[in-house]
């Protein structure tokens, strides 16, 4: 993965949506004015994609989103993909446009009341995100002694 490349792709993802925020929903009784837009925690996916949490102050979704800049298909707006993540598989909608590209999308929040600030925002994002990237403990294969066993004090081998 092309580091430089990635990054102004973030970039270019935040800058498109403070370009929204400024001049589409500024007015709009939904829109948070404590936070500020952020492209938050974005690191390698898989070799072909990025993954990291867009902090709107209207919205916070985890996104999967291209190294390169995709074409957006109009037919495929709305339609669902089941990403597996470590702690489990999630539901992202497809969507863009054509400043930034296709891109996945998973509701975190929104509206974005509850957020005093871009701290909290950002705290809430990591959070989230840990948790999705977090592989759920190993299951202990091993059967447990019975009842008898446990009681009398019997080792299972």
């Known amino acids: 993965m092309n580091e430089h490349a ?3 792709r973030v970039c270019d993802l935040a800058t498109h949506f403070r370009e929204i925020g ?7 009784p939904f829109y948070n004015a404590n936070l500020e837009v952020e492209a938050w925690g974005f690191s390698s996916f898989d070799d072909d994609s990025l993954m990291g949490v867009l902090i709107t102050p209207w919205f916070m979704n985890m ?3 291209p190294l390169r800049l995709e074409p957006v298909q109009a037919t495929r707006y709305g339609q669902s993909r089941t990403f597996a993540l470590p702690h489990g598989e999630r539901k992202f909608l497809y969507g863009g446009d054509d400043i930034v590209g296709a891109f996945w999308a998973h509701s975190l ?6 957020f ?6 950002r705290g809430e994002a990591r959070a989230r995100l840990a948790e999705a990237l977090k592989r759920p403990p190993a299951v202990n294969a091993a059967p447990s002694p019975g009842r008898r066993a446990f009681l009398l004090g019997a ?3």
């Open 155 to 157: 080792r299972a081998t």
């Open 63 to 65: 996104v999967v989103f």
């Open 109 to 114: 929040h929104s509206p974005m009341q509850k």
């Open 116 to 121: 005093a600030s871009p701290a909290h925002a």
């Open 22 to 28: 400024d001049t589409q929903m500024r007015d709009l």
């Open 6 to 8: 990635a990054e102004l």
